[in-house]
Structure formats: structure tokens, C-alpha cells
């Protein structure tokens, strides 16, 4: 049982020993008649002494980098505490722990609906896994500058493209793109918003390539959903499986809340007394509803729907049962389609006449500002890199994802020529629609995917396929397997902008797949930020196995359609035009797609 356990946490058997190592093993009987406590300790203390031949169950893929084992299957230095705690936990208590933890979550509602290999599956426990992503303090301040440093370049950008467009005078981005874009907001020219702040709350999608380096895939400044998972998660982990915190000082996540608050008030315009903040949701349908309400919940503040709002003399107000109440700062988690029907689609019943023209007046602060989705754009994104050097005057601290621009003729056809090896996107569309992933894609659809880019390049980019890292995952019996992560950072742009440590970890839950969005059976994993000095706390060899704590789980509420973190505009998509295009099939190819899918999904 524990041995078992223990293979799963040692050297993928395709790597190599060294002659040193192998003199300093023991012989094959004294392996069989090891202690599971004293292997665990003896993997964390004396860690280069275990090697590949110990390898019979976690086998990292191939040419995929692995953040808990290095080369050799040696824990990395900083996992090492994290390593032997799961090997004394052992699979019964772990997959103990799941059981748990299913049981708790199905009994309270804490169920999400995924599309199984079977179709649909209705009330499945949160995908939750009990081995967190562990990240060195060193490893976070690098991932902490670059987003920052992107962000304030985003803002830069927003500003400029509203105002003088001198980005655009330099010949940096084309002015024909940009107004070619869907998130292209007319209304919100030569409108500069309180604290000249656009992205308030921003979520960049990172992935780790086979070499270790992290790279941005998405930048996420609409209204990027999954910050409450994130903290929901941390509450669970610490409940179910409190002895793995033991030896690492994990940094803190759940003061995102008044992060957000602080800096909705930052940005509010002056108030006699303490400015209004208001959460404003399209309502119980939306599939990121319970976020919403956890977040309006979690900062003290009223959860609003447009029927709820008013605007009187440019000025927004709530109405409550003692009259109107001014509103100062709205966090908005709708479309900016949807936001005022005088001034986008007329036909939208969730948004508040007047609302802009308040907005214009300068008497209250919306977040994120609105049109800031122009740069919340797959196209726009080819020239974020450039963006901070003409703006910011530096590197970037973070690179792209190779990207390739389709209105470009020669990356066009360069591309194409190529499209059996690269991944498709719309440029329009979020959470998997529409992608092609030319390896696993058949050559008569990618044909035909050809013609659709040629007649509307200005719709399509293509990107190089990411080999997403893997991380050790529990699987029902508790044994380890490694499956494949993505990882998406909060932001709060206040007076500064403020990263929560850490982010949601989505990972892959099926074997050999990069599809970590939930909805297509993914999961996720508790993601822990350590502290400068730690990293390296090994267990010692007489401590107990541990009891798995029973978890009461009060206070968890995931609510059934909270977790499509891509998926949040419910209403809006229902009523909203198609955007992307006519390629064929272009809709399920992220349903249907094997390895190496979900990088670009």
C-alpha cells in the first residue's frame, strides 16, 4: 500500500542513475523491507539518494516539465517537506481524504456538472485535488513582476487607445485592428476613468513549457472569474489535510476580498462619508453567480441587478428600503454590451439607462472600466511584449506564447503551411470556442479551416503548442499520477497593483490530457506561495502517520454552476450574436481533442 504510494512519488524510470547513486543504494531486499515512515524521511533528508530504478508509478511525460521532481526523480529542493509529507500520509489516508471530501461536498450542494465520457454528468463532487502546486518564494516575485509589469502596460495601452493613440502613430499596432475588435468600446472615447485605472481586476493565464519557463497565454481583463475557488479551495485543504501545511509556511490568500474593496475604494470619486462599492450581477442564471454573491458576501457590500439601480442627474443610485442610496464604485461582472442600453445593445434587459452618461460625469467608478476588453483580445495580445517597451521603456519579465498574426500574409501562410503543427484561435472568443489544435485535428477540417482564415484573417491567430508541466495528482485510490496544470494569478489595480500569492490552478484530471477546463472534466489544486525562508523543512522519521481529519466543511458553498471559469457570461452568451466566425465544427474541438489540446484551449 505504502509502497505503492511511494512509487508514485519517486523517478519517472526513463532517467538514468549515476554510477555514485547507485553505490550508495541498498540492495533490492533491504528496499522491500523499508519502513514506509523511515523511506519517507529518508526521501526528504537524503533525497539524492533516490533514484529511477525506485520508479514503478510516477512517470512524468516526456519533453513536460515536472514541479514537484526533478531530473533523477529527486524532489525539487523546495517540495522536499511537501514530498514526505504525502508519502506519510500514504494512498489509504489520501484517497480516505477524497472520500471525505466527496462525501462533504455532495452532501452540501457542493457539486458541478461536467461532461463526462458518457455525456453530461450531473452532481459531481468538486474537482478538487489534494496535492497542492507548490511554488518557491524566489519563483513567485519573478511570476509577481512580469504580471505586474504587464498590467501597468495593459493600462497604458486602454488609456491610449481612448485618447492620444500614440501607439498606433508609432506603427506599433495597427488602428485597423483595433477597431476591428469586438471589445472596442466607441462610448468609452475620451472618457479618462477615476485614478485613471481600466483593469482593476485582472486574470493572465500562465503555463510552464518543457523547460521550466513560464509564459502568459491569455490576459484576462474583462471580468475574469475563479478568485473565489481560489480561496474556497485553501479553506478545504487546510480542513481535510491540515498536516500537509506542516512543514512550509504557505503564504495567505484570503484577504483578496479587502484587497478588492480597498482598491474599488481607491478609485471611487470622494464621498463625504465611506464610498459605496456594489457587486452588480446579471443575475441567479449567470454560471458565475456564485461568485458573484461570495465575493458581494465576502467584502460587506450589496449584490446587485440592474432593476436595483437607477441613475438620477448622472448620478447612479441603489435603491433600498430607505430611499436612494448614492453608489460611488460598481464592480460589474457583465459585458459592456449589456451595461447601459442607451449606449450599447439597446435590446438588453440587464443593463441601467444613463449609466454611461454617469460614468462620463465622473460621479462613479466602474470596474473593470469600460472598454477595457479592447485589450482583452487574442490579436491584442501578439503585441503586449511591445507594449512595455514603448510604453514602460523595458523587457518584458514574462514572455508570450509564440504567437502569429493572420491579417499578416507571410505569418498567414507561413502558418497555414504549417497548420498540422500549430493551434487555431478565434480571436473573439474565450473558454476553448472555436480552437482548432492542428496535431490531433483531421487534415480535411484544417483544410477547410484554411479557406475561413484567408476570407477573415483579421479573426484568427495561430499559436506554437505548449507543453503544459505537470504536477503529482491523487487518483481515487490515492495513488499519484502526474497530470498537466495551467495557472491563472488575481490582480487588484487600486493606488498599486496587488497580486494574491499563488492563483487558481486548473489542472487536467485525465490521463495524457492538457484540458484543464472544468467543464470538460478538469479540476483544480490549491496553489501555495512559500515564504522566502522556507522550502526545505524535512519531516523527521519518528513522527506518526497522521489521522485525516474529518471536515465539517461549514462555510463552503460552491454552488453547482460557479465553476466554468470561461464560461461566465451565461446570459450574455445566450443572447449574444456569433463572433467567431463560420469554421467548421469549430465549437467541440476542445471537447474532442487529445494530448496536447488544452494548452491553447
Request: aromatic share 6%; charged share 25%.
Amino acid at each position: 500500500m505504502h509502497a505503492s504510494l511511494y512509487r508514485g512519488l519517486v523517478a519517472p524510470s526513463n532517467l538514468r542513475t549515476t554510477p555514485t547513486t547507485r553505490t550508495a543504494r541498498t540492495s533490492s531486499s533491504d528496499r522491500r523491507t523499508w519502513d514506509p515512515v523511515a523511506r519517507a524521511a529518508r526521501i526528504s533528508i537524503l533525497s539524492t539518494e533516490v533514484t529511477s530504478d525506485d520508479a514503478a508509478g510516477y512517470r512524468p511525460p516526456r519533453g513536460h516539465y515536472d514541479e514537484v521532481f526533478g531530473p533523477g526523480g529527486i524532489p525539487r529542493g523546495h517540495a522536499v517537506g511537501l514530498a514526505s509529507e504525502i508519502a506519510r500520509l500514504g494512498p489509504e489516508l489520501l484517497a480516505a481524504a477524497g472520500h471525505r471530501r466527496d462525501a462533504i461536498f455532495v452532501q452540501q450542494g457542493i457539486t458541478f456538472d461536467a461532461t463526462g465520457e458518457d455525456g453530461p454528468v450531473k452532481d459531481r463532487p468538486f474537482p478538487l485535488d489534494l496535492v497542492p502546486r507548490i511554488l518557491p518564494a524566489a519563483e513567485w516575485d519573478h511570476i509577481e513582476r512580469g504580471l505586474q509589469q504587464r498590467i501597468r502596460a495593459l493600462n497604458r495601452f486602454i488609456d491610449d487607445v481612448y485618447h492620444e493613440r500614440d501607439i498606433v502613430r508609432a506603427g506599433i499596432v495597427p488602428w485597423r485592428l483595433i477597431v476591428s475588435r469586438s471589445h472596442f468600446a466607441r462610448a468609452a472615447h475620451g472618457v479618462r476613468p477615476p485614478g485613471g485605472v481600466y483593469c482593476h481586476v485582472a486574470g493572465c493565464d500562465l503555463v510552464r513549457d518543457g523547460d521550466g519557463t513560464w509564459k502568459v497565454l491569455e490576459d484576462n481583463v474583462r471580468t475574469p472569474s475563479g478568485i473565489s475557488y481560489v480561496l474556497e479551495n485553501r479553506v478545504a485543504m487546510t480542513r481535510l489535510v491540515p498536516q500537509l501545511f506542516q512543514h512550509h509556511r504557505v503564504r495567505p490568500v484570503d484577504h483578496y476580498p479587502q484587497l478588492l474593496l480597498a482598491g474599488l475604494r481607491s478609485v471611487a470619486p470622494s464621498a463625504e462619508d465611506e464610498a459605496t462599492v456594489v457587486v452588480w450581477t446579471p443575475g441567479p442564471m449567470n454560471s458565475a453567480y456564485f461568485e458573484h454573491a461570495f465575493l458581494a458576501r465576502q467584502m460587506g457590500v450589496e449584490l446587485v441587478e440592474a432593476s436595483d439601480l437607477v441613475v438620477r442627474d448622472d448620478v447612479l443610485y441603489m435603491r433600498t428600503t430607505a430611499g436612494l442610496r448614492r453608489v460611488h464604485a460598481v464592480y460589474r461582472r457583465l459585458d459592456d454590451d449589456f451595461v447601459d442600453p442607451l449606449e450599447f445593445r439597446p435590446d438588453s434587459l440587464l443593463g441601467v439607462p444613463g449609466l454611461v452618461r454617469a460614468y462620463r460625469a465622473g460621479t462613479v467608478a466602474i470596474a473593470n472600466a469600460l472598454g477595457t476588453g479592447v485589450a482583452d483580445d487574442k490579436a491584442i495580445y501578439h503585441y503586449v511584449p511591445e507594449m512595455i517597451r514603448f510604453y514602460l521603456g523595458e523587457e518584458p519579465i514574462l514572455s508570450n506564447v509564440e504567437t502569429y498574426i493572420m491579417s499578416d500574409e507571410a505569418q498567414r501562410e507561413a502558418a497555414l503551411a504549417r497548420r498540422t503543427e500549430l493551434v487555431f484561435k478565434p480571436t473573439g472568443e474565450s473558454g476553448g470556442k472555436g480552437v482548432f489544435i492542428g496535431p490531433s485535428t483531421p487534415r480535411d477540417e484544417l483544410d477547410g479551416l484554411a479557406d475561413v482564415i484567408r476570407a477573415q484573417p483579421d479573426k484568427w491567430i495561430a499559436q506554437e503548442v505548449v507543453s503544459l508541466s505537470t504536477v503529482p495528482t491523487a487518483l481515487p485510490d490515492g495513488t499519484l499520477a502526474p497530470r498537466h496544470v495551467d495557472l491563472r494569478p488575481f490582480a487588484v489595480f487600486g493606488e498599486q497593483i496587488r497580486i494574491v500569492p499563488g492563483g487558481l490552478t486548473r489542472v487536467a484530471l485525465k490521463e495524457g490530457s492538457m484540458i484543464v477546463n472544468s467543464s470538460q472534466g478538469g479540476g483544480s489544486k490549491d496553489t501555495w506561495v512559500l515564504e522566502e525562508d522556507d522550502g526545505r523543512r524535512p519531516a523527521t522519521g519518528d513522527q506518526h502517520l497522521h489521522e485525516v481529519i474529518p471536515a465539517g466543511m461549514p462555510g463552503l458553498r460552491y454552488g453547482a454552476e460557479g465553476w466554468q471559469s470561461q464560461q461566465q457570461q451565461q446570459q450574455q452568451s445566450l443572447a449574444s450574436p456569433a463572433t467567431a466566425g463560420s469554421a467548421p465544427r469549430a465549437d467541440t474541438r476542445c471537447e474532442t481533442s487529445p494530448q496536447g489540446e488544452a494548452s491553447q484551449c
